[in-house]
């Protein structure tokens, strides 16, 4: 049984910096992908970020491209994202995601539906 745990949340000023953390168990091979999602106050879960689990690929939404790095400890079995250049408009809950499915390629955009395994999130406030 896999789980995802996340981590790392709270409030921020615009402009500022937070790192998400995702602990994952049970079993994560290399080709699988970690995906963040988020969810805004009022609004559908929206994908954010990818890496596969081996390290050789990531993939982010065109509002966080240049501000968010999504990465991987595998040593440590732990998956992160750093957000940088924070705006009020991240404000959500974030969400990391498992998907045993994933094949590659050079576009992967998920849906929440692709997944097979979730974190129960973590909130994420920026403050104008």
């Known amino acids: 049984q896999v789980q995802l745990v996340e981590s790392g949340g709270g409030l921020v000023q615009a402009g500022g910096s937070l790192r998400l953390s995702c602990a994952a168990s049970g079993r994560t091979l290399d080709t699988y992908a970690m995906v963040w999602f988020r969810q805004p106050p009022g609004k559908e879960r929206e994908f954010v970020a990818a890496?596969?689990?081996?390290?050789?690929?990531?993939y982010y939404a065109d509002s966080v491209k240049g501000r968010f790095t999504v990465s991987r400890d595998n040593a440590n079995d732990t998956l992160y994202l750093r957000m940088t250049s924070l705006k009020p408009e991240d404000t959500a809950v974030y969400y990391c995601?498992?998907?045993?499915?994933?094949?590659?390629?050079?576009?992967?955009?998920?849906?929440?539906?692709?997944?097979?395994?979730w974190g129960k999130g973590t909130l994420v406030t920026v403050s104008s």
């Open positions: 890496i596969r689990w081996a390290g050789d690929r990531e």
């Open positions: 995601a498992q998907d045993v499915d994933y094949v590659g390629g050079y576009w992967y955009h998920p849906s929440p539906d692709d997944m097979d395994h």
